[in-house]
Protein backbone atom coordinates (compact mmCIF):
# COMPACT_ATOMS: atom_id res chain seq x y z
CA UNK A 1 0.00 0.00 0.00
CA UNK A 2 1.07 3.05 -0.95
CA UNK A 3 0.85 6.02 2.25
CA UNK A 4 2.21 9.12 -0.03
CA UNK A 5 2.17 12.38 2.02
CA UNK A 6 3.15 15.65 -0.23
CA UNK A 7 3.96 18.96 1.80
CA UNK A 8 4.41 22.18 -0.65
CA UNK A 9 4.95 25.51 0.52
CA UNK A 10 3.07 27.83 -1.79
CA UNK A 11 5.27 30.22 -4.37
CA UNK A 12 6.64 33.79 -3.58
CA UNK A 13 3.94 36.60 -2.44
CA UNK A 14 3.84 39.96 -3.11
CA UNK A 15 5.09 40.24 0.53
CA UNK A 16 7.50 37.68 0.37
CA UNK A 17 9.28 39.84 -2.41
CA UNK A 18 9.11 42.93 -0.70
CA UNK A 19 10.21 41.65 2.48
CA UNK A 20 7.01 42.20 4.79
CA UNK A 21 5.76 40.21 7.52
CA UNK A 22 2.93 38.39 6.18
CA UNK A 23 1.03 35.62 8.58
CA UNK A 24 -2.88 36.09 7.92
CA UNK A 25 -2.46 38.56 5.86
CA UNK A 26 -3.54 37.45 2.37
CA UNK A 27 -1.08 38.78 -0.41
CA UNK A 28 -1.44 37.12 -4.03
CA UNK A 29 1.62 35.13 -5.61
CA UNK A 30 4.13 37.29 -7.48
CA UNK A 31 4.67 35.97 -11.52
CA UNK A 32 7.73 34.08 -9.64
CA UNK A 33 5.12 32.83 -7.26
CA UNK A 34 2.85 31.76 -10.04
CA UNK A 35 6.21 29.86 -12.10
CA UNK A 36 7.40 28.00 -9.06
CA UNK A 37 3.61 26.70 -8.21
CA UNK A 38 3.68 25.34 -11.97
CA UNK A 39 7.39 24.10 -11.67
CA UNK A 40 6.35 22.34 -8.57
CA UNK A 41 3.56 20.72 -9.82
CA UNK A 42 5.68 19.50 -13.10
CA UNK A 43 8.49 18.07 -11.04
CA UNK A 44 5.53 16.22 -9.18
CA UNK A 45 4.39 14.94 -12.44
CA UNK A 46 7.77 14.00 -14.00
CA UNK A 47 7.92 11.62 -10.64
CA UNK A 48 4.58 9.83 -11.26
CA UNK A 49 3.12 11.66 -8.26
CA UNK A 50 -1.21 11.77 -8.30
CA UNK A 51 -3.24 12.51 -5.61
CA UNK A 52 -6.46 11.28 -4.37
CA UNK A 53 -7.50 14.72 -2.06
CA UNK A 54 -5.63 17.85 -1.31
CA UNK A 55 -6.05 19.87 1.94
CA UNK A 56 -4.58 24.01 2.08
CA UNK A 57 -5.12 27.02 3.98
CA UNK A 58 -7.56 29.57 4.11
CA UNK A 59 -5.14 31.77 2.59
CA UNK A 60 -5.61 32.53 -1.28
CA UNK A 61 -1.71 32.41 -2.12
CA UNK A 62 -1.48 28.54 -0.15
CA UNK A 63 -5.06 27.83 -2.36
CA UNK A 64 -3.43 28.89 -5.56
CA UNK A 65 -0.17 27.29 -5.35
CA UNK A 66 -2.44 24.29 -4.75
CA UNK A 67 -4.73 25.04 -7.93
CA UNK A 68 -1.58 25.61 -9.64
CA UNK A 69 0.08 22.15 -9.32
CA UNK A 70 -2.78 20.24 -9.44
CA UNK A 71 -3.86 21.80 -13.01
CA UNK A 72 0.12 20.75 -14.14
CA UNK A 73 -0.51 17.22 -13.04
CA UNK A 74 -3.62 16.99 -14.58
CA UNK A 75 -6.22 17.13 -11.63
CA UNK A 76 -8.29 20.48 -11.73
CA UNK A 77 -10.99 19.82 -10.09
CA UNK A 78 -9.32 17.33 -6.99
CA UNK A 79 -11.24 17.24 -4.19
CA UNK A 80 -9.56 20.54 -1.99
CA UNK A 81 -9.99 20.81 1.77
CA UNK A 82 -8.81 24.14 3.03
CA UNK A 83 -9.29 24.95 6.43
CA UNK A 84 -7.67 27.83 8.85
CA UNK A 85 -5.51 25.38 11.05
CA UNK A 86 -2.96 25.45 8.24
CA UNK A 87 -2.68 29.30 8.11
CA UNK A 88 0.31 30.73 8.67
CA UNK A 89 1.65 31.51 11.92
CA UNK A 90 -0.08 34.75 12.69
CA UNK A 91 2.71 37.24 13.52
CA UNK A 92 0.06 39.74 15.10
CA UNK A 93 1.58 43.45 15.51
CA UNK A 94 4.17 42.62 12.80
CA UNK A 95 1.98 41.52 9.92
CA UNK A 96 2.31 44.27 7.32
CA UNK A 97 5.91 45.45 8.65
CA UNK A 98 8.73 45.66 7.18
CA UNK A 99 11.02 42.99 8.51
CA UNK A 100 14.15 45.91 8.54
CA UNK A 101 11.30 48.85 10.30
CA UNK A 102 10.38 46.00 12.83
CA UNK A 103 14.54 45.71 13.44
CA UNK A 104 14.58 49.55 14.01
CA UNK A 105 11.50 49.61 16.27
CA UNK A 106 11.87 46.77 18.37
CA UNK A 107 15.72 45.94 17.93
CA UNK A 108 17.54 43.22 16.00
CA UNK A 109 17.58 40.84 19.06
CA UNK A 110 14.18 41.06 19.91
CA UNK A 111 13.18 40.54 16.59
CA UNK A 112 15.04 37.67 16.22
CA UNK A 113 13.86 36.25 19.31
CA UNK A 114 9.72 36.74 17.55
CA UNK A 115 10.88 35.00 14.40
CA UNK A 116 13.24 32.24 15.44
CA UNK A 117 12.57 30.73 18.81
CA UNK A 118 9.79 28.06 19.05
CA UNK A 119 7.63 29.68 22.28
CA UNK A 120 7.81 33.46 22.23
CA UNK A 121 4.74 35.16 20.77
CA UNK A 122 5.61 38.58 18.78
CA UNK A 123 2.67 41.27 20.75
CA UNK A 124 -0.53 40.06 19.78
CA UNK A 125 0.08 37.23 17.45
CA UNK A 126 1.11 33.20 17.73
CA UNK A 127 4.75 31.24 19.00
CA UNK A 128 5.99 28.87 16.19
CA UNK A 129 4.40 26.18 19.55
CA UNK A 130 0.99 28.05 19.29
CA UNK A 131 0.95 27.52 15.31
CA UNK A 132 1.79 23.57 16.00
CA UNK A 133 -0.94 23.54 18.52
CA UNK A 134 -3.17 23.92 15.93
CA UNK A 135 -2.02 22.56 13.33
CA UNK A 136 -1.32 19.14 15.11
CA UNK A 137 -4.71 18.05 16.22
CA UNK A 138 -6.06 18.91 12.15
CA UNK A 139 -3.61 16.78 10.49
CA UNK A 140 -3.60 14.01 12.96
CA UNK A 141 -7.80 13.71 12.85
CA UNK A 142 -8.23 15.04 9.23
CA UNK A 143 -5.17 14.31 6.94
CA UNK A 144 -2.93 11.65 8.70
CA UNK A 145 -5.97 8.70 9.05
CA UNK A 146 -6.26 9.19 4.97
CA UNK A 147 -2.45 8.87 4.30
CA UNK A 148 -2.62 5.82 6.34
CA UNK A 149 -5.77 3.92 4.62
CA UNK A 150 -3.58 4.68 1.24
CA UNK A 151 -5.17 7.51 -0.24
CA UNK A 152 -2.25 10.09 -1.81
CA UNK A 153 -2.20 13.19 0.10
CA UNK A 154 -1.45 16.71 -0.94
CA UNK A 155 -1.07 19.77 1.48
CA UNK A 156 -0.04 22.54 -0.04
CA UNK A 157 0.07 25.42 2.80
CA UNK A 158 2.76 27.81 4.54
CA UNK A 159 6.40 28.03 6.12
CA UNK A 160 5.33 27.70 9.64
CA UNK A 161 2.64 24.92 9.57
CA UNK A 162 4.30 23.21 7.36
CA UNK A 163 7.35 23.02 10.30
CA UNK A 164 4.73 21.64 12.42
CA UNK A 165 4.56 18.75 10.25
CA UNK A 166 8.13 18.56 9.29
CA UNK A 167 8.61 18.60 12.75
CA UNK A 168 6.68 15.33 13.70
CA UNK A 169 7.72 13.57 10.47
CA UNK A 170 11.46 13.94 10.62
CA UNK A 171 11.35 13.70 14.54
CA UNK A 172 12.71 17.54 14.86
CA UNK A 173 13.13 19.02 18.52
CA UNK A 174 11.83 22.51 19.78
CA UNK A 175 15.59 23.81 19.35
CA UNK A 176 15.84 22.72 15.89
CA UNK A 177 12.96 23.67 14.26
CA UNK A 178 13.02 26.78 14.27
CA UNK A 179 15.94 26.99 12.15
CA UNK A 180 14.37 24.68 9.47
CA UNK A 181 14.09 26.56 5.84
CA UNK A 182 11.28 25.03 3.71
CA UNK A 183 11.90 27.02 0.29
CA UNK A 184 8.91 28.55 -1.52
CA UNK A 185 7.77 25.87 -4.23
CA UNK A 186 9.21 22.54 -3.15
CA UNK A 187 7.33 19.96 -2.60
CA UNK A 188 8.90 17.22 0.37
CA UNK A 189 7.48 13.61 -0.60
CA UNK A 190 6.86 11.47 2.13
CA UNK A 191 6.39 7.74 2.20
CA UNK A 192 5.19 6.54 5.46
CA UNK A 193 5.35 2.85 7.03
CA UNK A 194 2.21 1.77 8.53
CA UNK A 195 3.85 2.47 11.79
CA UNK A 196 3.42 6.17 10.99
CA UNK A 197 7.06 6.62 10.60
CA UNK A 198 9.04 7.81 7.54
CA UNK A 199 10.17 5.54 4.97
CA UNK A 200 11.60 7.58 2.55
CA UNK A 201 11.36 11.43 2.24
CA UNK A 202 12.46 13.18 -1.44
CA UNK A 203 12.80 16.94 -1.45
CA UNK A 204 11.86 17.75 -5.32
CA UNK A 205 14.29 21.03 -5.07
CA UNK A 206 14.92 23.22 -8.10
CA UNK A 207 17.57 22.39 -11.07
Known amino acids: MERLLVLARHGQSEWNLKNLFTGWKDPGLTELGVEEARAAGRRLKAKGVQFDVAFTSDLGRAQRTCALILEELGQSGLTTHSDAALNERDYG ?108 KDVLDRD
Do not use: C, F
Open 93 to 200: DLSGLNKDDARAKWGEEQVHVWRRSYDVPPPGGESLKDTVARVLPYTMREILPRVMRGERVLVAAHGNSLRALVMVLDGLTTETIPGLELHTGVPLVYRLKDDTTVET
